[in-house]
């Protein structure tokens, strides 16, 4: 772009009396029609490429939100809005796609200037006319990037504001019963109407910001001529065609370098995106290492069966192994808010705790669960009561690894069902909850449903198994979402089974049949923790722990 000013001066002497050599004439113009060709067959590859890696970036970030949303702890997820995780998938990963393109120009605008401003003063030979025109257009850039710092700063505005419209409106969704019941339409639509206008203000000003910025780049390189071209009449010299001609085709190569600042407001919006990133990246995630975790599976109880003695020596060595890397892995990482207690790995427990004691918050003083010792056997019936708070569902949590331990010790030797206190359904049919993309055993399948007591509610339901639900399970009664999540986790067949709760929300004589048919005989095989306030089934357990106020206080 640079060399294609100076071919067309040398093709506009030919039409000056000075004599020049029609071939030399096409030489010349063949030598701009390469360079419009050598510029169009770079640049554009250029910007697919870039726009391509802009392309990759992001999809690598959603990537990152997906998995990171998978891992967050409990607490973590309580921090976390809804606006918090979906506005950086729909809105701020979107600047990835073009910011590539013009951070290009933050080594490629400044060096276009040097080269221009040196080709103007001595090649065009107009002197100290072209600091001028070149000064005006520097006068604007840094405008411009006081435009770009604004820019970023009303973008990190309006991601809050939509963060907060999104965890508004998803609230809203979610007691949109309670909202319809009370007609209480006008009050949240108004709450609506304001978080929305309050982010749209915020926009408007991006917007015009942004426009401004866009504006100019269209009218500087012109002004930039006119002063130019003025500043060198005013001087007294004569102005020719040849000069205005090759003076024009050189601010034309600066009118792509004035992308500098929009480079300067995409560096800064980028900036933006990835802090918010770090900081959902950088939230508590579940932490595998703190729990020793050794999957029996039933190709290994057959091999058990072949050479006890051969697998308990390899167990033992695993176990030594295991806890000397997670001790190195603590240590390396400084994790000072847990400890593993130097146990021996008990292979005949199940679940085994130590000395337990964990925290929701790690700036709370109190511990939610204290000093927890327990050892579950192999096909165990454990039942866990206590009064509401006392840490039984705190309990099942740190099982289940959703609540990190900062003391003592917890193995898991076998692979976890767990049937949660509130039924999570998602929208489809009844089947696929229950099967949860497992494969349809249809004997299994109908074992399950029978001793789950669904086979009545198959019959109402109108499609059977195949009814679609909605979202949450909107259209089922609460004791039916209730033995849907509970023959997910039976059929599962996995082999310890935490129950929290999963006969509150049924019927007295419906809960009887599926603690029998279920919990004692179904599943009679498997280790089961069952938490409950049914004090009636206590009898039919074998151990009963009772919790208050995260402390065991009686066991038997």
């Given at each position: ?23 030399y ?28 890696l802009?392309?990759k ?26 606006g ?6 729909s ?37 100290i006319?072209?600091?001028?025109g ?103 010299y004569e ?73 308990k ?14 001790k ?82 917890i ?38 449903i ?47 089974y ?59």
């Amino acid at each position: 772009r640079i060399v294609q000013p100076l071919l067309l001066g040398q093709m506009l002497l030919y039409f000056n009396t000075t004599g020049i050599d029609k071939f030399y004439a096409y030489k010349c113009a063949m030598g701009i029609i390469l360079c419009s060709a050598v510029n169009v067959f770079v640049v554009h590859p250029y910007m697919m490429d870039m726009i391509h890696l802009g392309m990759k970036v992001r999809v690598a970030c959603c990537s990152l939100i997906y998995r990171k949303t998978l891992k967050l702890t409990k607490t973590a997820l309580g921090e976390t809005t809804i606006g918090q995780a979906v506005n950086p998938l729909s809105n701020d990963v979107d600047i990835f796609d073009i910011s590539f393109i013009f951070l290009h120009y933050l080594w490629l605008g400044p060096f276009e200037f040097i080269i221009i401003t040196y080709i103007t003063f001595h090649l065009i030979d107009i002197g100290i006319s072209s600091i001028f025109g070149i000064a005006f257009l520097l006068m604007f850039i840094p405008f411009q990037v006081w435009l770009g710092k604004n820019s970023s700063e009303l973008k990190l505005r309006t991601a809050v504001r939509t963060d907060e419209r999104v965890r508004l409106m998803n609230e809203i969704i979610s007691g949109i019963q309670a909202i319809k019941m009370y007609t209480w339409e006008n009050f949240f639509t108004s709450l609506i109407e304001k978080a929305r206008k309050m982010e749209i203000n915020i926009i408007r000003w991006a917007s015009y910001i942004k426009g401004v910025s866009t504006s100019f780049i269209i009218f500087t390189t012109r002004i930039s001529l006119f002063i130019t071209v003025l500043a060198y009449t005013l001087f007294g010299y004569e102005i020719t065609a040849e000069k205005v001609f090759m003076i024009s085709a050189c601010y034309s190569c600066l009118c792509l370098s004035m992308f500098l600042p929009q480079g300067i407001r995409g560096a800064a919006e980028m900036i933006v995106t990835v802090k918010r990133l770090k900081k959902f990246l950088m939230c508590d995630e579940l932490i595998s290492s703190k729990i020793e975790t050794k999957k029996n599976s039933k190709e290994n109880n057959k091999d058990a069966k072949n050479n006890k003695e051969s697998v308990k020596e390899n167990n033992k060595i695993n176990a030594n192994q295991k806890e000397e890397n997670a001790k190195e892995d603590l240590t390396e990482q400084n994790k000072k808010d847990y400890t593993i207690v130097d146990q021996p790995k008990c292979v005949e427990y199940s679940i085994s705790i130590k000395n337990g004691s964990a925290k929701w918050q790690d700036y709370e003083r109190e511990n939610t669960l204290h000093n927890i010792n327990i050892n579950v056997r192999p096909n165990e019936l454990i039942a866990i009561v206590g009064q509401v708070g006392a840490g039984k569902s705190s309990l099942m949590n740190v099982i289940l690894k959703e609540l990190r331990l900062h003391k003592g010790f917890i193995q898991i030797n076998d692979k976890i069902a767990y049937a949660s206190q509130e039924p999570w359904l998602f929208a489809g049919s009844v089947r696929q909850n229950i099967l949860f993309g497992r494969n349809m055993e249809q004997v299994r399948y109908n074992h399950v449903i029978e001793v789950c007591q669904l086979k009545r509610d198959f019959s109402l339901l109108p499609y059977g198994d195949k009814t679609i639900i909605g979202e949450r399970g909107i259209s089922l009664s609460g004791g039916q979402r209730a033995r849907i999540n509970l023959a997910r986790a039976v059929y599962a067949d996995a082999d310890i089974y935490l129950m929290d709760d999963p006969l509150s929300a049924v019927d007295a004589h419906v809960g009887k049949c599926m603690f029998e048919k279920c919990i004692n005989k179904y599943l009679g095989n498997k280790t089961r923790i069952l938490v409950t306030h049914q004090l009636q089934y206590l009898r039919n357990v074998d151990r009963i722990i009772v919790l208050k106020n995260g402390t065991i206080q009686a066991e038997g």
